[in-house]
């Protein structure tokens, strides 16, 4: 009886260890290619509204549009201050070249234009949201800052020198003649 019964479990077990052995190494080969493919989907851009066709237009609007579709992740990230917010409820300039809104609103034309140029100068975004904000700011047409105009500015990427504040200039109280939108 004990002399029958010993060769059994030793063949058992080599007949484990064989079949298990190939079980352990196989799942450690795939495993390297994993992060290499995750690699490859990691940087996408977030995903922008189009941008219309700049063919179908004019002058500086066909130019504004053109500069929009060349750098919309830009103007994605600055705000357009012909009074849009309120008008037509845009959160940022690409939403003016989205539409047909961008085609007789010279200050969303003029605003692309400085982006597309400065980004082509290799500005960083925060430099060219700080030129477009010193120089555009003042056509802001609405007394108060609307929901977006307060959102951009907490996410804009520079800091103002200074006090918190309004910036110093009084540019609030001067004509609303070059607006286009706010008039509506
Ligand atoms: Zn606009």
Same mark, same amino acid.
């Given at each position: 009886?004990?002399?029958?019964? %010993?060769?059994?479990?030793?063949?058992?077990?080599?007949?484990?260890?064989?079949?298990?052995?190939?079980?352990?190494?196989?799942?450690?080969? #795939?495993? #390297?290619?994993?992060?290499?493919?995750?690699?490859?989907?990691?940087?996408?851009?977030?995903?922008?509204?189009?941008?219309?066709?700049?063919?179908?237009?004019?002058? &500086?609007?066909?130019?504004?549009? &053109?500069?929009?579709?060349?750098?919309?992740? /830009?103007?994605?990230?600055?705000?357009?201050?012909?009074?849009?917010?309120?008008?037509?409820?845009?959160?940022?300039?690409?939403?003016?070249?989205?539409?047909?809104?961008?085609?007789?609103?010279?200050?969303?034309?003029?605003?692309?234009?400085?982006?597309?140029?400065?980004? %082509?100068?290799?500005? #960083? /975004?925060?430099? /060219?949201?700080?030129? /477009?904000?010193?120089?555009?700011?003042?056509?802001?047409?609405? *007394?108060?800052?609307?929901? &977006?105009?307060?959102?951009? *500015?907490?996410? %804009?990427?520079?800091?103002?020198?200074?006090?918190?504040?309004? #910036?110093?200039?009084?540019?609030?109280?001067?004509?609303?003649?070059?607006?286009?939108?706010?008039?509506?």
């Amino acid at each position: 009886m004990n002399i029958d019964l %010993r060769p059994l479990p030793l063949a058992l077990a080599a007949v484990v260890l064989l079949t298990a052995s190939p079980a352990f190494t196989a799942p450690s080969q #795939p495993a #390297p290619a994993k992060p290499a493919a995750a690699n490859t989907s990691a940087p996408a851009e977030e995903k922008l509204p189009p941008v219309l066709a700049p063919e179908q237009f004019f002058g &500086a609007a066909a130019m504004g549009y &053109a500069a929009a579709k060349a750098v919309p992740h /830009i103007c994605h990230k600055l705000f357009c201050y012909c009074g849009c917010d309120i008008t037509d409820n845009h959160t940022n300039l690409l939403d003016c070249f989205t539409n047909f809104h961008g085609a007789d609103c010279h200050i969303c034309q003029e605003e692309s234009m400085v982006a597309l140029k400065m980004a %082509r100068d290799e500005q #960083p /975004i925060a430099a /060219i949201q700080k030129f /477009i904000d010193e120089n555009y700011s003042n056509k802001y047409p609405f *007394k108060e800052d609307s929901p &977006a105009y307060k959102k951009y *500015k907490s996410v %804009r990427q520079y800091t103002t020198s200074g006090a918190t504040g309004a #910036p110093a200039g009084a540019a609030q109280g001067g004509s609303g003649g070059e607006t286009c939108c706010a008039g509506k």
